[in-house]
Each structure stands twice: as structure tokens, then as C-alpha cells.
């Protein structure tokens, strides 16, 4: 099953707060889960990404934690800031004839109040 | 600007015309994919190609949908004689080689069909 369900559609914090945005996969063959940034009007933008070899990668402000058991991995944004205000994807690749097309959640909106 | 170049950024077409995006892949890159995003929805997979050949097209549309990447110019997405339900954002990201990661986005073309 190629799918990648995301939650929650929207989210609010306040700056300063903790933001956490996860998503559940069914294909143990998906090998690269990354997340993307994207501003209205703009395409989406790597934040960070990960493989399943690795439960927890961070970079900066943002951190993956990946549970391989159970097919979720989730984006912590630490420190949300009104600047952290726009639509996350999740995404999941898998090799497949030498293509890696990326199969994306629905997005999460995120709204950080000053 | 050593990012991926899409143009038309906006485009208007009247059902029944035919419709060209165009994408630019980066500077040293020589694979493309296309997405297409809904209102409020994730993207969607439609095809990945690399000079003179298409890798993968499970994601197109069976009719009227067409892409090529030649080996001189840009990549074109060519959608003919248009309906309503072709309005949509198309993204293409590009990777330096087969089935490399990450891909990079570039700010994607909004189609409406009037």
C-alpha cells in the first residue's frame, strides 16, 4: 500500500511552543522519509530527512524520530517561531525500477501566534 | 539562480487548448520529476524522466498528458485540450542522477483552466 497518512490537517502554537506533525506508512520497502517546507506561492522545501537505519535525526530546531516497528515517524519543531508558519509534507520513497518518486501526506498547516 | 527554473509561473487556458509547462532542471542535474498538487492536497507522482528517456510514468494520466526531456533544453509537461479538473499546481524537482535524493523543487507552475 503506497500510501502516507499525515495528522493533524492543522496545527496552532505558540511561539516558543513545541509543534509535532507525524505520519504512518504501510510499505516496509519505503528506504527515505523526508519533510518539506512550503510557503504559499513557493514549491516545497527539504527540511530534513531520514533513513530507517536511524531512529532520531536532528538539525537545529527540527528533529525526526523514526519508529520502525511501528511505521510512524514524526517532525518536532522546537522553539516554533511565527517564521515556522507554513504547510509541511511528509513523504516516503522506495526504489522501484530505478525510479525514487516520493509519495506525500496531505500536509500539515501550521500556524505559530506570536 | 542555480535552483530549479519553472515557467510559466502562472498560465491560463481556456478548456480545450493545450497547455506547456516548462522546468529547468539544476545546474548538473539530469533527472526530473513531475508532481502535480490539488487545492489543499499533497502531491501527487506523475512522471520521472532523464535526457531523451522516460523512466517512469505510472503516475500520468493515460490520455491527453505527455512529457519529454530532450537533450538540449528543458523538461516539458504537455497537457492537451484541457478540462477543468486539470487546474493545479505542477511541480517538477530534479536529482543528479538515477533515483538520487533529495530532490529539489522548483516553485511550480499554477495552471487554470477557465
Known amino acids: 500500500q503506497q500510501q502516507v497518512k499525515q495528522s493533524p490537517q492543522s496545527l496552532i502554537v505558540q511561539k516558543g511552543g513545541i509543534s509535532i506533525i507525524n505520519c504512518a506508512y504501510e510499505n516496509t520497502a519505503f528506504d527515505y522519509f523526508p519533510w518539506y517546507q512550503q510557503f504559499p506561492g513557493k514549491g516545497p522545501a527539504l527540511l530534513i530527512a531520514?533513513?530507517?537505519?536511524?531512529s532520531e535525526k536532528k538539525e537545529g530546531r527540527f528533529t525526526i524520530s523514526f519508529n520502525k516497528s511501528a511505521k510512524q515517524f514524526s517532525l518536532h519543531i522546537m522553539d516554533s517561531q511565527p517564521g515556522d508558519s507554513a504547510t509541511y509534507f511528509c513523504?516516503?520513497?522506495?526504489?522501484?525500477?530505478?525510479?525514487?518518486?516520493?509519495?506525500f501526506g496531505k500536509g500539515t498547516k501550521l500556524t505559530v501566534n506570536p | 539562480n542555480a535552483g530549479v527554473m519553472q515557467n510559466p509561473r502562472h498560465l491560463v487556458r481556456r478548456r480545450g487548448q493545450e497547455a506547456r509547462l516548462r522546468c529547468s532542471p539544476m545546474k548538473g542535474h539530469s533527472h526530473v520529476y513531475w508532481y502535480r498538487q490539488l487545492p489543499e492536497e499533497g502531491l501527487k507522482f506523475m512522471v520521472y524522466?532523464?535526457?531523451?528517456?522516460?523512466?517512469?510514468e505510472s503516475g500520468m494520466p493515460k490520455e491527453r498528458f505527455s512529457a519529454e526531456f530532450p537533450k538540449e533544453g528543458p523538461s516539458i509537461l504537455r497537457i492537451q485540450q484541457v478540462v477543468r479538473g486539470d487546474s493545479a499546481a505542477y511541480f517538477c524537482?530534479?536529482?543528479?542522477?538515477?533515483?538520487?535524493?533529495?530532490?529539489?523543487f522548483g516553485d511550480g507552475t499554477r495552471l487554470s483552466i477557465l
Open positions: 531520514i533513513r530507517p537505519d536511524v
Open positions: 524522466l532523464q535526457k531523451e528517456n522516460i523512466i517512469d
Open positions: 513523504a516516503a520513497s522506495i526504489p522501484q525500477g530505478g525510479s525514487e518518486k516520493l509519495v
Open positions: 524537482a530534479s536529482s543528479p542522477y538515477r533515483g538520487g535524493q533529495p530532490q529539489h
